[in-house]
């Protein structure tokens, strides 16, 4: 398919966090196609010079620092899911950058696992947001949010996505349609292509890319 974006290339990338035991699948879908229109994404981890291990056992090297990665600089964050989420504090650094990415407007994309670490750093409280299970966020420390929880395969509030980790495709969707990576009638397609196995929508998305829009 084409990699002509809908707009320009945006100037600003878009940032994926990288941790020991990142879930790889849960963002497969959103990277590939983000970079296929276009988009460059960049891995940002606590040490650049230290590698990390996902849990598939696939070695990352990160592009840059965290501490240094300013929202301003970028066009969205996005937080995978990790083993490391749920057993300590170890990833509280990147659910502090979030809430850095939300207080100035740009976007942060949250799936499994970084939807706890969100809930616990505050961020759901006031927001519409699902996960993997209700329960899940109840039991986080500090979470406030139970009246905003949504039964949904994925919810965007404003800059806010999450998604639960059974849904990679919805998620990428939603990274979608906030970047304004597809046309609607092509995200929709898009959607029912890689999430139904709608045979029915390869067509749209041919006649998309013959156009430049897919």
């Known amino acids: 398919m084409s990699e002509t974006l809908r707009h320009d290339t945006p100037a600003k990338p878009v940032h994926l966090a990288v941790y020991d035991t990142y879930a790889d699948w849960e963002t497969g879908h959103t990277t590939a196609h983000l970079t296929q229109r276009g988009h460059r994404v960049r891995t940002v981890g606590l040490a650049a010079e230290q590698p990390v291990t996902t849990m598939g056992g696939v070695r990352i090297q990160p592009d840059l620092v965290l501490a240094d990665l300013r929202p301003e600089d970028s066009s969205l964050l996005i937080l995978t ?21 939300l207080a100035a407007g740009v976007p942060v994309a949250a799936i499994c696992g970084a939807t706890a670490g969100l809930a616990r750093e505050g961020l759901l409280d006031g927001r519409a947001h699902t996960s993997a299970a209700s329960v899940y966020l109840a039991h986080q420390p500090g979470y406030a949010g139970a009246e905003h929880y949504v039964e949904a395969d994925a919810v965007t509030d404003g800059d806010l996505i999450t998604a639960g980790p059974t849904e990679p495709v919805a998620f990428a969707r939603e990274v979608f349609a906030r970047l304004d990576v597809y046309k609607p009638d092509v995200l929709d397609a898009w959607y029912r292509l890689f999430h139904d196995s709608d045979a029915s929508a390869y067509p749209v998305l041919m006649a998309a890319a013959e156009s430049g829009d897919a």
């Open 81 to 101: 899911g990790a083993s490391l989420w749920d057993t300590g504090e170890d990833l509280a650094p990147f659910a502090a950058k979030a809430r850095e990415f």
